[in-house]
Protein backbone atom coordinates (compact mmCIF):
# COMPACT_ATOMS: atom_id res chain seq x y z
CA UNK A 1 0.00 0.00 0.00
CA UNK A 2 2.44 2.33 0.89
CA UNK A 3 3.63 1.75 -3.20
CA UNK A 4 0.36 3.41 -4.05
CA UNK A 5 0.48 6.38 -1.77
CA UNK A 6 3.88 7.31 -3.30
CA UNK A 7 2.67 6.84 -6.69
CA UNK A 8 -0.16 8.92 -5.94
CA UNK A 9 1.51 11.36 -4.38
CA UNK A 10 4.20 11.82 -7.14
CA UNK A 11 1.49 11.71 -9.78
CA UNK A 12 -0.23 15.30 -7.24
CA UNK A 13 3.28 16.70 -7.71
CA UNK A 14 3.44 16.26 -11.63
CA UNK A 15 -0.20 17.41 -12.21
CA UNK A 16 0.94 20.65 -9.49
CA UNK A 17 3.96 21.20 -11.50
CA UNK A 18 2.14 21.30 -15.24
CA UNK A 19 -0.51 23.76 -13.50
CA UNK A 20 2.05 26.06 -12.45
CA UNK A 21 3.49 26.03 -16.25
CA UNK A 22 -0.05 26.63 -17.37
CA UNK A 23 -0.58 29.09 -15.19
CA UNK A 24 2.55 31.24 -15.78
CA UNK A 25 2.25 30.63 -19.81
CA UNK A 26 -1.38 32.21 -19.26
CA UNK A 27 -0.37 35.33 -17.06
CA UNK A 28 2.75 36.37 -19.43
CA UNK A 29 0.54 35.66 -22.74
CA UNK A 30 -2.17 38.05 -21.18
CA UNK A 31 0.00 41.10 -19.84
CA UNK A 32 2.25 40.74 -22.62
CA UNK A 33 0.17 39.86 -26.06
CA UNK A 34 1.78 39.25 -29.26
CA UNK A 35 1.16 42.48 -31.64
CA UNK A 36 -0.66 40.75 -34.84
CA UNK A 37 2.20 42.17 -37.20
CA UNK A 38 4.66 40.18 -35.23
CA UNK A 39 2.75 36.92 -35.12
CA UNK A 40 3.82 36.09 -39.03
CA UNK A 41 6.01 33.00 -38.16
CA UNK A 42 7.32 30.45 -40.81
CA UNK A 43 3.76 29.39 -41.59
CA UNK A 44 2.65 32.36 -43.78
CA UNK A 45 4.22 33.44 -47.04
CA UNK A 46 7.32 35.28 -47.08
CA UNK A 47 6.79 38.91 -48.45
CA UNK A 48 9.11 39.15 -51.17
CA UNK A 49 10.73 42.27 -53.23
CA UNK A 50 8.29 42.50 -56.83
CA UNK A 51 10.22 45.27 -59.13
CA UNK A 52 8.91 46.43 -62.83
CA UNK A 53 9.82 44.09 -65.78
CA UNK A 54 12.83 45.15 -67.57
CA UNK A 55 11.95 46.57 -70.92
CA UNK A 56 13.94 46.96 -74.05
CA UNK A 57 14.19 51.29 -73.08
CA UNK A 58 16.32 50.01 -70.24
CA UNK A 59 19.06 48.35 -71.86
CA UNK A 60 21.47 50.11 -73.46
CA UNK A 61 23.63 49.08 -75.77
CA UNK A 62 27.11 50.75 -77.45
CA UNK A 63 28.16 50.48 -80.92
CA UNK A 64 27.47 47.09 -81.91
CA UNK A 65 29.04 47.20 -85.06
CA UNK A 66 32.45 45.42 -83.67
CA UNK A 67 30.32 42.82 -82.87
CA UNK A 68 28.88 42.18 -85.94
CA UNK A 69 31.98 42.23 -87.89
CA UNK A 70 33.56 39.57 -85.98
CA UNK A 71 30.65 37.08 -86.73
CA UNK A 72 31.24 37.42 -90.08
CA UNK A 73 33.17 35.67 -92.93
CA UNK A 74 35.70 37.79 -93.82
CA UNK A 75 36.64 38.30 -89.83
CA UNK A 76 36.77 34.67 -90.12
CA UNK A 77 39.33 34.81 -93.11
CA UNK A 78 41.13 37.34 -91.71
CA UNK A 79 42.32 35.78 -88.53
CA UNK A 80 42.80 32.35 -90.09
CA UNK A 81 45.18 33.30 -92.48
CA UNK A 82 48.97 33.21 -90.99
CA UNK A 83 50.60 35.41 -93.80
CA UNK A 84 48.31 38.49 -93.51
CA UNK A 85 48.30 38.19 -89.43
CA UNK A 86 52.49 38.57 -89.73
CA UNK A 87 51.87 41.13 -92.11
CA UNK A 88 49.88 43.32 -89.79
CA UNK A 89 52.55 42.84 -87.04
CA UNK A 90 55.01 43.86 -89.03
CA UNK A 91 57.29 46.81 -88.08
CA UNK A 92 57.18 48.96 -91.41
CA UNK A 93 53.02 48.53 -91.56
CA UNK A 94 53.49 49.80 -87.63
CA UNK A 95 55.54 52.83 -89.14
CA UNK A 96 53.42 53.61 -92.11
CA UNK A 97 49.95 53.71 -89.63
CA UNK A 98 52.00 55.82 -87.76
CA UNK A 99 53.02 58.29 -90.63
CA UNK A 100 50.33 61.28 -90.77
CA UNK A 101 51.01 61.35 -94.32
CA UNK A 102 49.25 58.32 -95.10
CA UNK A 103 46.33 59.41 -93.71
CA UNK A 104 46.00 62.71 -95.28
CA UNK A 105 46.65 60.58 -98.41
CA UNK A 106 43.80 58.90 -97.94
CA UNK A 107 41.64 61.27 -97.04
CA UNK A 108 41.85 63.11 -100.19
CA UNK A 109 39.16 63.34 -102.63
CA UNK A 110 40.95 62.31 -105.79
CA UNK A 111 42.38 59.22 -103.88
CA UNK A 112 38.71 57.98 -102.84
CA UNK A 113 37.59 58.58 -106.20
CA UNK A 114 40.22 57.09 -107.83
CA UNK A 115 39.63 53.70 -105.57
CA UNK A 116 35.23 53.87 -106.48
CA UNK A 117 36.69 53.97 -110.38
CA UNK A 118 35.67 50.32 -111.91
CA UNK A 119 38.68 50.46 -113.99
CA UNK A 120 40.88 50.14 -110.79
CA UNK A 121 37.68 47.87 -109.02
CA UNK A 122 38.09 45.50 -112.23
CA UNK A 123 42.10 45.75 -112.26
CA UNK A 124 41.98 44.75 -108.59
CA UNK A 125 39.56 41.70 -109.25
CA UNK A 126 42.43 40.29 -111.88
CA UNK A 127 45.06 38.02 -110.90
CA UNK A 128 47.47 39.30 -112.79
CA UNK A 129 47.61 42.69 -110.55
CA UNK A 130 48.04 39.88 -107.19
CA UNK A 131 51.29 38.29 -109.16
CA UNK A 132 53.17 41.43 -110.01
CA UNK A 133 52.10 42.72 -106.40
CA UNK A 134 54.19 39.77 -105.18
CA UNK A 135 57.02 39.62 -107.75
CA UNK A 136 60.25 39.81 -105.98
CA UNK A 137 61.78 42.53 -107.52
CA UNK A 138 58.52 44.78 -106.89
CA UNK A 139 59.21 43.78 -103.60
CA UNK A 140 63.08 44.58 -103.49
CA UNK A 141 62.19 48.22 -104.95
CA UNK A 142 59.71 48.83 -102.64
CA UNK A 143 62.38 48.41 -99.53
CA UNK A 144 64.81 50.43 -101.49
CA UNK A 145 66.02 53.60 -98.93
CA UNK A 146 66.01 55.91 -101.88
CA UNK A 147 62.09 55.37 -102.81
CA UNK A 148 61.49 55.78 -99.47
CA UNK A 149 63.06 59.20 -98.91
CA UNK A 150 61.47 60.02 -101.85
CA UNK A 151 58.18 59.50 -100.82
CA UNK A 152 58.90 61.22 -97.89
CA UNK A 153 60.21 64.43 -99.51
CA UNK A 154 58.53 67.39 -98.93
CA UNK A 155 58.59 68.74 -103.10
CA UNK A 156 56.50 65.16 -103.92
CA UNK A 157 53.84 66.00 -101.38
CA UNK A 158 53.64 69.20 -102.30
CA UNK A 159 53.37 68.37 -105.90
CA UNK A 160 50.88 65.77 -105.18
CA UNK A 161 49.13 68.83 -103.55
CA UNK A 162 49.32 71.07 -106.25
CA UNK A 163 46.36 72.47 -108.12
CA UNK A 164 47.92 71.30 -111.56
CA UNK A 165 48.13 67.49 -110.15
CA UNK A 166 45.08 67.84 -108.39
CA UNK A 167 42.83 68.78 -112.04
CA UNK A 168 45.72 65.79 -113.81
CA UNK A 169 44.11 63.56 -111.58
CA UNK A 170 40.29 64.13 -112.37
CA UNK A 171 41.39 64.40 -115.76
CA UNK A 172 40.27 60.76 -117.22
CA UNK A 173 42.75 60.84 -119.69
CA UNK A 174 45.36 61.24 -117.16
CA UNK A 175 44.15 58.03 -115.28
CA UNK A 176 43.27 56.14 -118.12
CA UNK A 177 47.11 56.63 -119.16
CA UNK A 178 48.48 56.05 -115.42
CA UNK A 179 46.08 52.32 -115.54
CA UNK A 180 47.53 51.86 -119.43
CA UNK A 181 51.19 52.42 -117.95
CA UNK A 182 50.62 50.45 -114.79
CA UNK A 183 49.22 47.66 -116.66
CA UNK A 184 52.22 47.39 -119.30
CA UNK A 185 54.65 47.53 -116.35
CA UNK A 186 52.95 44.95 -114.81
CA UNK A 187 52.47 42.76 -117.65
CA UNK A 188 56.73 43.21 -118.44
CA UNK A 189 57.03 42.15 -114.57
CA UNK A 190 54.77 38.86 -115.19
CA UNK A 191 56.87 38.40 -118.22
CA UNK A 192 60.01 38.60 -116.44
CA UNK A 193 58.69 36.45 -113.44
CA UNK A 194 57.62 33.69 -115.57
CA UNK A 195 61.21 33.77 -117.83
Not at 154 to 182: I, R, T, V, Y
Request: proline share 2%; net charge negative.
Amino acid sequence: MSSNKDSSSQMTKWVAAFAVVIAVVAYVGVKYPVPGEQAAGTIAPAERYRGDEIGSDDVKLGDESLAKFVQTDIYQKIVSDEALLEALQSDALQDALKNDALFDALKDTAFQDALKDSAFQDSLKDGSLQDALKNDALQDSLKNDALKDALKSDALKDALKSEAFQDALKSGALAESLQNSLQDSLKDSLKDANK
